[in-house]
């Protein structure tokens, strides 16, 4: 990857298991969607690394072409994009991104 | 300019020409919109890809002059006439 952007994200991406690319931070989202998603995460006691695109305008950009997906919040665990607030929702919902963390060997807080 | 729910509806039909879409209008302010999608060509497809579809359908308007579309997606259940 050459675009250093697209590049910054890989490395985000990849060096954490768990991404949150979201509008505010997980105290102050600034975003419907994103407090859901947020929520989601504490919810399943999980760690995760967030990045608050509104204060990165580069990031807020390159994130839509990364994974040809439009909107923020974007989920990502171990490198993978998982999907946005409505798809966190339903796998949630369901227990599968319970399950998933759980596949993947994604540490979790007691 | 924000879309109608009509506009929606003919952009996603005009790509899944067999879906079966209900839209709802969330706040009654034209920009904030649930849309429930059936079709048959969702089928087997992970729901990252069933939803980029969607968006596609919608020509790189979602994120832009549609902020907001809180989307569900799902394939016929079987047996039913779409």
């Known amino acids: 990857m050459t675009d250093p952007v697209q590049a910054r994200i890989a490395t985000l991406v990849g060096n954490n298991d768990v991404v949150l690319f979201m509008k505010g931070t997980p105290l102050f989202p600034q975003c419907g969607f994103s407090s859901t998603a947020v929520q989601i995460l504490e919810r399943l006691a999980v760690g995760y690394e967030s990045v608050d695109v509104l204060s990165d305008p580069e990031v807020r950009a390159g994130i839509k072409t990364y994974s040809d997906w439009p909107t923020v919040p974007q989920l990502y665990i171990k490198g993978e994009f998982v999907g946005g607030s409505d798809i966190m929702m339903e796998m949630y919902s369901s227990g599968e991104l319970d399950a998933m963390l759980d596949e993947l060997g994604v540490a979790r807080e007691d | ?82």
Do not use: C, W
């Not at chain 2, 920009?31 to 579809?53: C, E, K, N, W």
């Not at chain 2, 979602?62 to 989307?71: I, N, R, T, V």
């Open chain 2, 1 to 82: 300019m924000a879309m109608t729910a009509a506009d929606i509806e003919s952009a996603i039909r005009a790509a899944l020409p067999d879906a079966q879409i209900v839209i709802t209008d969330l706040a009654g302010d034209g920009d904030h919109y649930a849309a429930r999608v059936i079709s048959a060509a969702f089928t087997g497809l992970p729901r990252v890809r069933q939803h980029q579809m969607v968006y596609n359908a919608l020509g790189g308007r979602m994120g832009g002059e549609l902020h907001a579309l809180q989307l569900t997606t799902s394939i016929p259940a079987s047996g039913d006439k779409a």
